[in-house]
């Protein structure tokens, strides 16, 4: 019997309410873990002895290991079922979380690959079970996932200095606090073991690797994650270089954020409503772009410009979400997709946070690096010529 048919069958009710609140909570764990790193990058700089470009490699490396993760994702997903391979992967995080507290920057790197690859499974199978289990509400579905995903960010950037502050300074324990969040989903999501959905094709097919769209949505989502990884692990450590406080700096970061979990929510709300979502995605790109040339040509309201800065990739992860879906034909095509654009896009993003401090290492300059970071946007404008067109995917 397929997936979809046990989905019918079972998730009716309360189950699917309770399916509901444990994808949210999974979604509440897919970026604390990374995103609480950038508050704190100044100070584990300082501590550990750390360029701009190896510091940015604690936000990179998980990015990394979302790309190499996510063409297992659909194998693992295929042989143990999406709720036993979700369920493995919060507690993997949780191992990854807990072995960035060895004081050792070898321990620290390491428990951020291990943290990026049980991210990079959940992102990967998430989507293939939402457009399975709630595929007559998909643009909902898809905005309340990509608020959680947002609102576990804004509470990182807001909280990770304040939680240092109160653990005296300890940053190492002020991360491995997040392993709590991640607990908390292990045992809700405890009621999903007994059902064993699979995914039956695990590899995108030759057709698929060959389709324009395909790789609209790729590059599309590759390049709003680009900017998200980057723009949150450097923006409080420019603002912080302009004169501001830590503590502000993260709490402009966390207000960005809030706007980002807003837009996540009615971004795909908005353009599910129409066929062809072309309009509205660049309107969101056009207010991302604004932002970055506000932050890097005046000193005057950074938290307004961060804020519309946030708008482009907060819209734009709940939009690519909603592009895997609406371009798929069927939850199967909906897993490969979401591979194939996760495990590409991520590889590619990985490379932001490490090229733009590597940027400002070489140049001394926040505003040169930080506008090469907007250039992004050109591609990303240009993918959404085929990801946001109604039209469905072959192969």
């Known amino acids: 019997m397929s997936g979809q048919a046990l989905s019918t069958r079972e998730r009716t009710g309360v189950g699917v309410i309770v399916t509901a609140v444990g994808v949210m909570l999974v979604a509440a764990n897919l970026r604390p873990a990374v995103v609480a790193v950038g508050p704190l990058i100044g100070v584990i700089s300082d501590d550990a002895g750390f360029s701009s470009a190896v510091a940015g490699l604690l936000t990179a490396l998980p ?20 709720e036993r391979v979700i369920f493995g992967a919060l507690l993997v995080l949780i191992v990854g979380i807990l072995v960035r507290l060895i004081p050792s920057a070898a321990a620290l790197f390491a428990g ?5 690859a049980a991210i990079g499974t959940c992102n990967v199978v998430l989507p293939a079970l939402i457009k399975r289990d709630f595929a007559h509400r998909s643009g909902l579905m898809t905005g309340l996932y990509s608020m959680t995903l947002s609102g576990g960010a804004a509470v990182a950037s807001g909280v990770s200095v304040p939680i240092d502050d109160a653990l005296g300074g300890n940053w190492r324990l002020a991360l491995a606090m997040w392993a709590i969040l991640a607990l908390v989903a292990v045992v809700v999501w405890i009621p999903q073991l007994p059902m064993v959905h699979r995914v039956t094709s695990a590899a995108p097919t030759s057709s698929l690797l060959k389709n324009p769209i395909a790789w609209a949505i790729t590059v599309f989502m590759g390049t709003q994650s680009l900017i998200f990884y980057t723009f949150v692990a ?5 603002l912080v270089e302009t004169g501001m406080s830590p503590l502000r700096a993260g709490a402009v970061l966390a207000s960005a954020q809030v706007v980002a979990l807003i837009m996540s929510l009615l971004a795909p709300i908005v353009a599910g409503r129409f066929a062809d979502q072309r309009v509205v995605t660049l309107s969101v790109i056009t207010v991302c772009a604004v932002g970055f040339v506000g932050l890097l040509s005046t000193d005057v309201w950074p938290g307004f410009w961060a804020a519309c800065v946030m708008v482009g990739p907060g819209s734009s992860i709940s939009l690519a979400l909603l592009f895997m879906v609406l371009r798929s034909s069927g939850s199967e095509q909906t897993g490969q997709v979401s591979g194939m654009a996760q495990s ?10 490490i090229v733009i401090g590597g940027i400002h290492d070489v140049t001394g300059s ?30």
Do not use: D, E
């Open 63 to 82: 990015v990394l290991f979302f790309g190499l993760s996510a063409p297992v994702a659909p194998r693992l997903a295929n042989r143990f079922g999406i």
């Open 112 to 116: 951020s690959a291990v943290i990026g």
């Open 234 to 238: 450097w923006l409080p450590q420019y």
């Open 344 to 353: 590409v896009g991520y590889l590619a993003a990985a490379a932001g946070p």
């Open 366 to 395: 926040w505003t040169l690096a930080m506008a090469v970071l907007g250039l992004v946007l050109v591609p990303q404008a240009l993918s959404v010529l085929g990801a946001a067109k109604n039209v469905k995917m072959t192969g």
